[in-house]
Each structure stands twice: as C-alpha cells, then as structure tokens.
C-alpha cells in the first residue's frame, strides 16, 4: 500500500517543533524528571490551541494520532494536568519569543498597521448572560499586523480601558526596527504618537479627526493604496477569533494573556504553512 501524504496537521506539529528547538530549550532546568521536554509541551499546547479543544480532548487525540506522536517523539501520553501545569510554568517572556521566531519564514515587508478588538475572558452564552443580567469585562487586544503576509509582529493586552493613544506608542517602540509603514484609524489621531513614529524613521499614515477644513484636507492627501491596508488588521482579528474562538478559556488574568499570545503564534504557523504550500502549488 502506498504510503499515506502528510497531513496539514502534521505539516503544522512539524512546523511547531521546528520553532519551538529555536526558541526554547529542551529542558527548563537540570532538576527535570526528563519524562517530557520543554518543545514537547510547547507543540502540545500549540496543537490544543489549533483544535480548539480542552486538556482531556488532547489527551484523547494524542492517543489516537500515532504519526503525531511519532513528530513529537512522544514515547507517553501526559495527563491532561501536565500539559495545564505546564502552561502556568511557562513565562511570558517564552511565548513572547515563540512570537518572534515565528516570523522569520515569514516574508514581512514592513507595512504594518495597528488596530484593537475585544476578547470574552469567559465562554458563556450571551443568552445566559443577557437572561441573569451579568456584565463580563472584556481583555482589549491590540494587534500590530504585517499588511503583506497577515502575521502578526506583537500583541498588547489589557484588562482596562486605555485610549488607543496611550498603547500605540509602547507596541511602535517595542517593534521600530520592524515597521517602515504604521497605518491606524482615527482612534490613533495623536500628535505625539506621529511625532514618535518619525523619531524611529516610521511613516505614520494615520487619519486626522475631521475638526476644521484643514484635517479633511489633510486626510485626502493620505496615500490611500497604503493606507487601506489597514483594514487587514480587521481580517486578522476575524480569522483568530473565527479559527481559535473569541473568547479565553483561562480563569486568572495572567494566563489570559499567555493565551492570546499563544493564539498570535499559532496563527502565524498557519500563515508560514499558507504561503509555503501557495510557493509549491505556483507553476
């Protein structure tokens, strides 16, 4: 019998396992009892992620998938409170270089554009919450977005209400060296954060609230191909919450945000494996 061809989802977990050797090492400490590694459990909580399913659910998967165990040479499978005592061990800082390294096979040209969507940081139905008059706060999300390739370059969380004007500057400082083009809405409409674009050699293309003739003036002067490509950043924030849910599944706040991040990363390995299989498929 011929040899079965890989799957999309074994392409993905031997993607994952690819950027998990660069990004972390095997193990976190010399104290390990060695039974699992650190890549290990990253690829399992990308791969939880991309199915949208529950610790137990992998746990049932993994047990049913052996050419996926074979690509995370897994000799065992854990118990589902492996994997989620994992995820509490696993810092910030980690999933925040998994989100680098997951843009090097991604062809980034430097026009980004920056935009904030909401997250339900819990998964109820608005039936339920409409009928008991519960009110859910929701996680703001700010996505800053490569217009190319649909990547994402960084994620800001917060569980308050900032103005759109104060978290912008943090994200274009923390990514200068990756932005050449900074495209925003009218939510952006802020001197000082133009006067820090240009500090950094950034190109703000952001519109100008309409107050007097002059800043409608000013808005039709944009270069509106580039400026339009803001709105893949509304393409992204549909396609995470479409693929991986618009809701948090996790209770405490912290693990919330490692769960955004975590999201940003697995859609960013979907991207690589797009464009990849869109190279081979050109005549």
């Not at 392409?11 to 095997?26: D, G, H, I, T, W």
Request: contains cysteine.
């Amino acid at each position: 019998m011929d040899a079965l061809s890989k799957s999309q989802l074994l392409r993905f977990v031997e993607r994952a396992m690819v950027l998990a050797r660069r990004a972390v090492a095997r193990f976190s400490t010399r104290y390990s009892r060695k039974r699992f590694t650190l890549r290990q459990r990253v690829v399992s909580l990308c791969l939880k992620v991309k199915k949208t399913i529950t610790y137990r659910d992998l746990v049932d998967e993994l047990i049913e998938m052996p050419r996926i165990r074979d690509a995370l040479n897994l000799n065992l499978i854990p118990a589902p409170t492996t994997r989620c005592k994992a995820f509490d061990r696993l810092e910030m800082a980690v999933w925040r270089v998994l989100l680098n390294v997951s843009l090097a096979d991604l062809p980034v040209n430097g026009v980004t554009g920056i935009d904030a969507s909401g997250f339900e940081r819990a998964h109820t139905s608005a039936h339920y919450t409409k009928r008991t008059n519960l009110t859910i706060q929701q996680l703001k999300t700010t996505l800053l977005v490569d217009t190319a390739t649909n990547a994402v370059l960084d994620i800001h969380v917060t569980t308050t209400r900032k103005h759109d004007t104060q978290i912008a500057p943090q994200v274009a400082k923390r990514n200068a060296a990756s932005i050449a083009v900074l495209t925003g809405d009218k939510g952006y409409d802020d001197q000082k954060l133009r006067r820090l674009a240009r500090d950094h050699d950034i190109r703000p293309l952001i519109k100008h609230r309409e107050f007097t003739p002059l800043h409608k003036a000013w808005n039709t002067r944009l270069d509106s191909d580039l400026y339009h490509r803001r709105n893949m950043n509304e393409t992204v924030n549909a396609a995470i919450k479409l693929r991986f849910g618009a809701f948090v599944r996790s209770r405490r706040w912290w693990k919330q945000f490692r769960e955004l991040v975590l999201k940003c990363v697995v859609h960013n390995l979907e991207r690589s494996l797009a464009i990849s299989r869109d190279k081979c498929e050109c005549p």
